[in-house]
């Protein structure tokens, strides 16, 4: 599928997933709060990201990281 072709090098994908570890439990850590959902779903979407390989806002601005 051309729309999550993978455009993120290994070294990428492996610092979102490291840092999406530390951000997806932030609303149990700190406490719930919108902040915390907010920072919460910031780390998801750096799981999807590091899962699939491909990064929408890499697509938009034409960005690959995988030739490097």
Known sequence: MEFFKTNQNKA?????FIVS???IPAP???GAST???????????????AISGACMIY???GVDTCKI
Not at 12 to 16: A, P, Q, S
């Open 21 to 23: 570890v530390f951000l």
């Open 12 to 16: 990428e994908r492996i610092l979102r």
């Open 59 to 61: 697509k938009i601005f």
């Open 28 to 30: 149990i850590i700190i």
């Open 35 to 49: 902040y915390t959902f907010i920072i919460c779903g910031v780390g998801a979407i750096l799981l999807f990201n």
